[in-house]
């Protein structure tokens, strides 16, 4: 039996796919998780935003509305941002559930071939072991020739 494995360069090829993958879900997995935050910290920067209610339509103070729409101005202008991180989350999501899949498949095939490794390994070894057998029987053989 050949004792060098015929798909060993396959082997090699599987597992640096499944290396790639992994280091893509790790990176996708980051950017997953910095969009996560950035979010939170739009929702508490949201959440912070305060301002006192709108002032009566008889206040002739004109600075005071026009600080009070400032404020509103500055809560849509959050909520709008708030809107795109959330997008922004959601796509970094998918593209991690992505590479997840991505590796997940590139580990089933490169476990597929070391299975026909292991297989092959065995053989080897049961064929080591029958070769050491015959040579043992062998020995014995003459050696019970020698003493009749």
Request: aromatic share 2%.
């Amino acid at each position: 039996m050949n004792r060098r494995f015929p798909l060993d360069g396959l082997l090699r090829t599987r597992t640096l796919q499944e290396e790639t993958a992994a280091a893509r879900l790790a990176t996708a997995n980051g950017v997953h998780q910095a969009a996560v935050r950035r979010l939170d910290q739009g929702r508490q920067g949201l959440a912070e935003l305060h301002f006192a209610p709108e002032p009566s339509r008889q206040v002739a103070d004109v600075s005071l509305r026009a600080t009070w729409q400032l404020a509103v101005a500055a809560r849509a202008a959050a909520s709008a941002r708030l809107v795109d991180l959330a997008l922004g989350a959601t796509e970094a999501g998918d593209a991690a559930r992505e590479a997840t899949h991505g590796w997940e498949l590139a580990r089933r095939d490169k476990e597929a071939v070391e299975r026909l490794h292991d297989r092959h390994l065995a053989r080897v070894a049961a064929d080591d072991l029958r070769e050491e057998q015959r040579a043992l029987d062998e020995a014995a053989s003459r050696r019970s020739k020698g003493l009749s």
